[in-house]
């Protein structure tokens, strides 16, 4: 079945590093992917999305591009702050109304000053 | 953008009440809603789809007799978890697809239920 694997966290970083987080999908036909973020005792936030290969979404200085050929979607930020402390979801969609997302199982992401 | 709004954001019950969520799309008409549920530091876990005028489609190892679902407006989808017990203490998010679009979910804020 349709699946999202991303890397283990978590993940702990100085301010102003660089951030990858990993993310991998299993899918039949052509998903949709996101990454959402959820900040402490709140709900989710759509961060970016791609909808098909080779697109990159962007957002608040992250970036994820579709890449088909190795079924990735990498969260990648080129300087992190202390507000992106959060936790941070890889999720596919499967190209038909109706369709629940699939979620990876979330990526902590603790920045210190 | 699109707002889904959920109420309550906490509620605290005893053990064998029930309780009723809500999850309302405030400024774009929602055909389909989702409800997820999310324990502590681990990903959301689909439990059912709701659609508008028709009965939930439930996820394999949900209850839909204890977690009963009605979506019966465009806008608004209700989760009541009956006879609610200690173990059903969670954090649940609803999100709303929007009927004009495709592949767009916006999620609510979630509601925290501790079962005491």
């Known amino acids: 079945g349709d699946s999202v694997t991303q890397m283990e966290g978590p993940v702990t970083l100085s301010e102003e590093a660089f951030l990858t987080i990993n993310c991998t999908y299993t899918?039949?036909?052509?998903?949709?992917l996101f990454w959402y973020v959820q900040y402490p005792g709140e709900g989710l936030q759509l961060l970016l999305k791609?909808?098909?290969?080779?697109d990159k979404g962007s957002n608040k200085g992250f970036e994820a591009t579709y890449r088909k050929e190795t079924t990735s979607f990498h969260l990648e930020k080129g300087s992190v702050q202390v507000s992106d402390s959060a936790v941070y979801f890889c999720?596919?969609?499967?190209?038909?109304?109706?369709?629940?997302?699939?979620f990876g199982k979330g990526t902590t992401l603790s920045v210190s000053s | 953008g699109a707002v889904v709004s959920q109420h309550p954001s906490r509620v605290i019950c005893k053990s064998g009440t029930s309780v009723k969520i809500e999850c309302r799309s405030l400024?774009?008409?929602?055909?389909?809603m989702f409800w997820y549920r999310q324990f502590p530091k681990q990903s959301l876990m689909l439990m059912a789809t709701?659609?508008?005028?028709?009965?939930?489609?439930?996820e394999q190892g949900v209850e839909k007799d204890k977690f009963l679902i009605n979506h019966a407006s465009l806008t608004l989808s209700t989760l009541t978890v009956t006879s609610a017990h200690p173990e059903d203490s969670s954090f649940y998010i609803c999100?709303?697809?929007?009927?004009?679009?495709?592949?767009?979910?916006?999620f609510g804020p979630g509601t925290r239920l501790t079962v005491l």
């Open positions: 999100s709303a697809r929007d009927a004009g679009g495709i592949n767009e979910q916006f």
């Open positions: 899918a039949t036909g052509y998903p949709s």
């Open positions: 791609a909808t098909k290969a080779d």
């Open positions: 999720a596919l969609s499967v190209n038909q109304a109706g369709t629940a997302l699939i």
């Open positions: 400024d774009f008409q929602a055909t389909t």
């Open positions: 709701s659609n508008e005028g028709s009965k939930a489609t439930y």
